[in-house]
């Protein structure tokens, strides 16, 4: 038997990615959550409904790392309002987590609103090369320490663009990243979705070999002769994310624009107000049906063969 996770993935975790807008100042070229609500870009979600979903997400028997999306999730017309929420319903719980996600595109001062945080709460930038030049580096270190200061843990996602224009940048930017004391630097491969990649050519694998020196090793392969740790560029240079039959303990859920609430990978939506999460009583495991795990979140799901 064989077995991959990653290190520090809860089992008996509920991983909801909550997409609150699709409000979004950048228009990237491999954006699949564009691509995704098309015809509903550019919007703010329903305030009443999300309001439902709060208190659903207070119901759950079990606790939840909850993710902000969408879009651009500080683009939500009552962004800090919606915080609040979250400490008060989601975060009551001790092992319940937030994470917003971040382009970074708002104004320095934006980000000196939010109050100080605690370890429960985390900022995931998302660097996007696309739309960011080599004078504007220091500006964005600059709010990324800002919030360290501020008590949220800090990881960025730093897009790996299979352009080559983009690969001089995207190299200084991560070495001003690897200065900056407790962020946690992640070169992040692009998908298409969920279960397809975009493919990298043999020169950037060379360009980027570094990075299995930088990278933390968190996805590990066990069978019964040894355990390995891998990063994810590893994972995927190896084609090591294929996993179709094997029994996965799939935790992770989205919750759309609409509010309907989707398990990654199995179920159709359902429309909340059922006591939804309450009613997940135990994670138990589902048959993958897929040829390959693109997302570094679905990789972070325990699995066996």
């Not at 937030?98 to 109050?115: E, P, Q, R, V």
């Amino acid at each position: 038997m064989a077995k991959q996770y990653g290190v520090g993935h809860k089992i008996q975790r509920l991983y909801v990615h909550w997409d609150i807008t699709t409000v979004c100042e950048y228009t990237c070229s491999y954006c699949y959550a564009m691509k995704q609500y098309d015809g509903k870009w550019m919007r703010q979600g329903p305030w009443t409904k999300q309001l439902e979903v709060l208190d659903e997400m207070e119901k759950s028997s079990l606790p939840i790392f909850l993710g902000l999306l969408g879009g651009e999730p500080t683009s939500h017309y009552r962004y800090f309002e919606l915080l609040e929420l979250i400490k008060q319903k989601v975060l009551k719980h001790k092992d319940s987590r937030l994470y917003i996600t971040t382009n970074g595109s708002k104004d320095i001062n934006f980000f000196k609103k939010h109050k100080d945080s605690d370890s429960k709460q985390y900022v995931l930038w998302s660097w996007h090369p696309e739309f960011i030049n080599k004078d504007e580096l220091e500006l964005y270190i600059d709010k990324i320490k800002l919030m360290l200061n501020k008590g949220y843990k800090n990881k960025i996602n730093i897009m790996l663009h299979p352009k080559k224009e983009y690969w001089d940048m995207t190299k200084t930017f991560i070495n001003k990243c690897l200065n900056i004391d407790n962020l946690e630097v992640h070169p992040h491969f692009i998908y298409k979705d969920q279960h397809s990649f975009i493919k990298y050519s043999p020169d950037f694998y060379k360009q980027f070999s570094f990075l299995k020196q930088l990278e933390n090793k968190e996805f590990v392969f066990e069978d019964d002769n040894k355990i390995e740790n891998l990063t994810d560029i590893e994972i995927f240079e190896q084609k090591r994310n294929q996993f179709k039959g094997w029994k996965c303990w799939n935790n992770n859920y989205e919750i759309g624009l609409d509010c309907k609430i989707q398990q990654f990978c199995f179920e159709d939506p359902e429309p909340i107000s059922f006591n939804y999460f309450k009613n997940i009583k135990e994670i138990l495991p589902r048959k993958c049906p897929y040829d390959y795990c693109s997302c570094d979140g679905l990789l972070k799901i325990y699995k066996e063969s």
